[in-house]
């Protein structure tokens, strides 16, 4: 182990590189600390998205499993965290420069992992994403069936549920030649609901997902800190022991 034994007989250039060695290791393993705790809170987050009581329900009812995609990409990375964050102490402490380098690999797999999920999971739950298309499909082959008891169940769930009228507004059911429905109007106020169900739903996702993709993002870029200090930390091991050599011979 390169830390063994330093300090005696050396000269100051080997003293003075030994501490920053110190520093080093120590803000790395400090930074593997913070990325092990962004990885429990990544997969509580993922948890509670999977299992929350009546949303896995609900996205089965309207068809938009593909959002789960995004966020079971992100589980998986968070439990490669959690395990990677422990050999980045250990290897950090440790000056072992093999470990080092397999520590440095494992942080540029998590940060092309934990990327994707975040791009994926974005792209089923914000505003303009991809999952806004198949909500809007879904609602109109709902309100084009309501002779359907299912269909009209479903409808009537989500509109009372989140509070919206229609994929994009009251006007879909104008244009589709369609009855307005009782509970596309403000229990108060009686007036229609101005939002669709399209913008509605995705508000609601986005709410849900954004805390978690910040904190990925977050994960990603400790990921990228990482590797650089790791990097860093093998070529100040390497020299200090060069210089040791050199000293003593």
């Not at 330093?6 to 920053?20: F, I, N, T, W």
Request: with cysteine; charged share 15%.
């Amino acid at each position: 182990m390169a830390g063994a034994g330093r300090g005696d007989g050396q000269g100051p250039a080997v003293g003075k590189l030994e501490s920053q060695i110190y520093c080093i290791k120590y803000t790395l393993f400090c930074f593997n600390v913070v990325l092990w705790l962004f990885g429990v809170s990544i997969f509580a987050l993922c948890l509670w998205i999977c299992f929350e009581p009546g949303f896995n329900e609900w996205m089965r009812i309207l068809e938009l499993q593909k959002y789960f995609i995004g966020i079971y990409i992100i589980l998986i990375a968070s439990l490669g965290i959690m395990v990677v964050a422990f050999l980045g102490c250990g290897s950090a402490l440790m000056e072992n420069v093999v470990l080092l380098y397999g520590f440095i690999g494992s942080q540029i797999a998590l940060f092309v992992f934990g990327l994707v999920g975040a791009c994926v999971v974005l792209d089923f739950s914000t505003y303009d994403s991809s999952i806004q298309p198949l909500i809007k499909d879904v609602i109109l082959r709902l309100i084009n069936n309501p002779q359907h008891e299912g269909s009209r169940e479903i409808l009537r769930m989500v509109q009372e549920g989140i509070g919206c009228c229609g994929a994009d507004g009251p006007m879909d059911f104008l244009n589709l030649n369609k009855p307005l429905p009782s509970e596309c109007r403000d229990s108060v106020t009686g007036n229609a609901y101005f939002h669709g169900c399209v913008d509605e739903l995705t508000w609601y996702l986005e709410g849900k997902t954004g805390w978690l993709a910040g904190i990925v993002l977050a994960s990603c870029m400790i990921c990228v800190v990482n590797a650089v200090m790791s990097l860093v930390l093998i070529q100040a091991v390497k020299k200090e022991e060069d210089e040791a050599i050199v000293y003593k011979n």
